[in-house]
């Protein structure tokens, strides 16, 4: 059975090697334009700022992973990748073939879905993590999303429901099989970026926390932040 979080609560993660499922509904009618909503995980030191930034893992990292959608798996052999060297100026093709990720290859993030279409009936877009190849130097992972031209495109959470952030072990993605959950409730209206969750060492494990931390910027706010 799921543990189900609520804002500011924190439980010790049994798990090292599991998925990172995000997602959200756009009220009907709310903008003329798709919501392009993205995903970055920030893993953070001791001063609490990412070591780097290849330790930022979202939609326009320089470090991939080749991958097929229509077979729904890694391109082998799987290896990191430059994506500049690959796919030049494409960065559209880029996000379409490959995922971002680090260089331990310790998160690893989704394929972009850049109007909600590709993943309609499951999560919106889902991260991969492996505990045991995180760097012994970063303490935190913050997972977040953030709307893509948010001001130009006047487009804010308020006009997004269930919101939600679940964990769960590779074979218990069918929805209500996760391992941990954490649904926002919360008014965001006035947000177009939210901290979703972080995950941190504490006494020689790993907690997770639910967060809900939004944030009136969007992802250059997160940025200023943490890096």
Not at 107 to 118: A, N, P
Request: aromatic content about 10%.
């Amino acid at each position: 059975m799921a543990v189900n979080l609520v804002k500011g609560q924190n439980t010790v993660l049994d798990m090292n090697l599991f998925h990172v499922g995000l997602g959200w509904d756009v009220n009907e009618g709310a903008s003329p334009y798709d919501f392009d909503l993205d995903v970055a995980a920030f893993m953070i030191g001791s001063n609490k700022k990412t070591i780097g930034d290849d330790y930022l893992v979202f939609y326009n990292s320089e470090k991939r992973l080749k991958f097929d959608t229509n077979k729904n798996k890694f391109v082998d052999p799987v290896a990191i990748v430059n994506g500049s060297t690959v796919w030049g100026i494409d960065n559209d093709a880029m996000r379409k073939e490959s995922r971002p990720t680090d260089p331990e290859m310790s998160v690893v993030g989704s394929i972009d879905d850049e109007d909600g279409q590709t993943s309609e009936d499951g999560d919106d877009e889902t991260m991969d993590i492996n505990l045991d190849k995180v760097r012994p130097d970063i303490q935190e992972i913050i997972i977040t999303v953030s709307i893509y031209k948010w001001k130009e495109r006047k487009q804010n959470f308020g006009q997004v429901e269930r919101a939600y952030v679940r964990l769960y072990k590779p074979g218990n993605e069918g929805d209500g099989k996760e391992d941990y959950r954490y649904d926002l409730t919360e008014d965001f209206s006035t947000s177009a970026s939210i901290e979703f969750c972080r995950l941190y060492r504490h006494n020689g494990s790993w907690k997770v926390q639910a967060t809900g931390l939004a944030h009136n910027g969007g992802l250059e706010e997160l940025v200023s932040k943490y890096m």
